[in-house]
């Protein structure tokens, strides 16, 4: 059927025989695309009296927004903290591998280094959209280097550090800039840090807690001026106490300021996290778990897709088996949890009408079989 | 009139939406020759609609020349509000099958001027060939559309205030807050369906028994506006069992009598292909 359309002259594309999640529901529904973005379709037929011009049959799989991945440190052999020349082609090297894994948007991360590295690597990426190039660079989430030397994991002890001259001259000076940041980790009890959050927050970049040694109370002061994020809960931090339950009682805390969240990371490989430990976040507050990766090139675990892939799949699987939670919270963990933490979610990690349709079609199980980035097919699973 | 009895809800609207399609079937229209149609919302054509839908999504019917005609639409309700009859329209039928927007036709509760566009949907009514088959219901107080009990039996597509116990039936759809129901709403008149070639009333449960009773048992009043088809030369009444608790036996009877010769009409004509 021709298109008639009184708005626009692009082509509309529908999306039939399949599962929208909406509502916090898998509904049986038709999503529409036009340029780019969901479509509202009874506008479209009462308004423009239009029809679309394409159908695509998804044969009854669920359709989800695309995954963003806010901790995610290379890949397929890249690293994204290596001081190199083109650190371009790794980014868009990891960015169109993880396509295959329905991740439309992500933040590179960068673990501790010295300023030599950051001020090599940050002007090398901007925030960028996603195609068929590879997934849109929602910024980097810098994770250290002030964060604690007790808690550094597997980070560098030698390029730790703290808050000198007061605040925001020291992340100056550690990163070189502050553009296309769309996140920084470290640990609230690191003298002077309270203002370096407020004024991360007030410039529009998320502060997340993490690699601390920080009681309750610090960890809520920190929320208090702004901090919305837990980098990978329960590692790297201080164990749950009955008596200051530390960084994980932000999960319950009454002083989160109302109308705001606190969300988690959670790597779900049932390695990093005891699958009994999850649960016990994940029933505590269920609407703050976000899913990332933190995947790596090497370091122990198998690198490449196994390492990158693998793990996205099974967070998928593991998550909605161990949490024992429905489909529908799980594919939110990875999609609109995370774009409610970097504040984007009026146009990502949702299917409303307006958004933009970085898609992922899944079947029952969770395994990918396509990925579309602003309606157009990124990736598709071969026969 | 043909009183049709189905044993339960899901089978009457089977038989109706069966009725409609051969009506359509029969037609055969075309480019140059639509199918009119008369439609109705409410709980009790949604079964219908279902089938409807099957029918086509099964090849059994196209939607592609037939043109609709809603009875009515709630004044000053956002056309996108969930209990609008656009958003009823749009959600349980037209966004299942394959017809052109450019091809039905509500009436706008938000025009500036209503009473120009009451005026102007008879005319569309008009330009159109006038309605082959019109499809109703009938509310707990005999009203077709929403020609409360007073209307007149001539009246034509008008702003009607709504009665309270219309207002008081809908509240269940706007979280039973009364303040939030629409007082008012454009609606054909009885004159309007009357004029159409056919009607059919779809009336199911037994709330419903006692309009039917005074429907067609009764004299025709306008009171209980749908007994004004009993003037009208083509009316169908399908109902369930439950509908005819108010009855006399002997109509019951005389009407299921007849059920063996009325089934005829929803056969598959010979153009159906013979599919499940």
Redesign the interface.
């Known amino acids: ?1 021709p298109s ?1 359309k009184s708005v626009s002259d692009a082509a509309i594309t529908q999306f039939i025989n399949c599962r929208i999640l909406r509502d916090h529901r898998l509904q049986r529904d ?1 999503l529409w695309v036009r340029e780019g973005k969901v479509l ?4 479209l ?2 308004d ?4 679309a011009d394409k159908l695509v049959d998804c044969e009854g799989s669920i359709i989800a927004p695309g995954f963003i991945d806010v901790q995610i440190n290379g890949g397929y052999g890249i690293d994204f903290s290596q001081a190199s020349d083109d650190v371009s082609s790794g980014v868009s090297f990891v960015a169109k591998k993880i396509l295959q894994h329905g991740v439309t948007s992500f933040c590179p991360t960068l673990v501790t280094s010295p300023p030599a590295v950051y001020h090599k690597v940050l002007p090398q990426i901007k925030v960028s959209d996603g195609g068929e190039h590879g997934a849109g660079v929602l910024g980097f989430h810098l994770e250290g280097p002030f964060i604690s030397v007790e808690k550094k994991g597997a980070h560098p002890e030698q390029f730790l550090r703290t808050f000198q001259s007061g605040g925001i001259e020291d992340l100056m000076e550690a990163y070189g800039g502050l553009d296309n940041i769309a996140m920084v980790t470290l640990a609230p009890e690191l003298g002077g840090s309270q203002s370096v959050v407020k004024e991360l927050c007030q410039r529009g970049i998320t502060v997340s807690l993490g690699h601390s040694v920080a009681n309750l109370s610090q960890a809520e002061e920190a929320v208090h001026h702004g901090a919305s994020f837990i980098t990978h809960l329960f590692n790297a931090m201080l164990p749950f106490h009955h008596r200051d339950p530390g960084i994980v009682g932000l999960l319950t805390s009454d002083q989160v300021p109302a109308g705001r969240t606190v969300y988690y990371g959670m790597i779900a490989d049932g390695i990093h996290t005891n699958p009994a430990a999850l649960r016990i976040a994940h029933r505590a507050h269920p609407s703050g778990l976000v899913l990332v990766t933190d995947a790596i090139t090497a370091m122990g675990l198998p690198p490449g897709r196994h390492t990158l892939g693998q793990q996205v799949i099974e967070i998928q699987g593991l998550h909605a088996y161990v949490a024992g939670c429905s489909v529908e919270e799980a594919l939110e963990a990875a999609s609109l949890h995370p774009a409610k933490l970097l504040g984007i979610s009026h146009k990502k990690g949702n299917l409303d009408y307006g958004s933009d349709a970085d898609l992922v079609l899944l079947d029952d199980a969770l395994n990918v079989e396509a990925t579309f980035i602003s309606g157009e097919e990124v990736w598709r699973k071969g026969p | 009139m043909k009183l049709i009895i189905l044993n339960d809800y899901d089978q009457a609207s089977e038989w109706a939406a069966k009725y409609i399609r051969n009506k359509i079937l029969l037609f055969r229209p075309g480019p140059d020759r639509y199918f009119t149609l008369g439609l109705p919302t409410g709980s009790t054509p949604l079964g219908c609609y279902k089938k409807l839908i099957e029918y086509y999504k099964k090849g059994q019917i196209s939607f592609q020349y037939v043109k609709t005609f809603n009875m009515d639409e709630y004044v000053g309700l956002p ?2 509000h969930p209990e609008s009859y ?2 009823f329209m ?2 349980n039928f ?2 299942h099958i ?1 017809i ?3 091809n039905t036709h509500i009436l706008d509760g938000n025009a500036a001027d209503l009473q120009a566009e009451c005026a102007a949907f008879e005319e569309k009514i008009t330009a159109a060939g006038g309605i082959e088959l019109f499809v109703g219901g009938i509310g707990p107080d005999g009203h077709i559309a929403f020609n409360e009990p007073g209307s007149s039996l001539v009246s034509r597509t008008r702003v009607k205030t709504l009665a309270k116990d219309t207002i008081m039936a809908n509240a269940r759809f706007f979280d039973g807050d009364l303040s939030k129901v629409p007082t008012m709403a454009l609606t054909v008149g009885v004159g309007t369906v009357m004029d159409a070639k056919e009607v059919m009333i779809l009336i199911t449960g037994a709330h419903k028994a006692f309009a039917l009773y005074k429907a067609i048992e009764d004299g025709v009043n306008h009171m209980w506006t749908v007994s004004a088809f009993q003037q009208h030369p083509q009316t169908v009444f399908v109902c369930d069992e439950d509908a005819t608790l108010e009855l006399r036996v002997k109509t019951v009877k005389y009407f299921k009598g007849m059920m063996h010769v009325h089934n005829k009409l929803v056969e598959p004509p010979p153009s159906v292909p013979k599919k499940n």
């Open positions: 059927m008639n038709d509202d379709p009874e506008k037929f009462f423009e009296k239009g029809y | 056309r996108d656009h958003s749009w959600n037209f966004k394959d052109k927007a450019e």
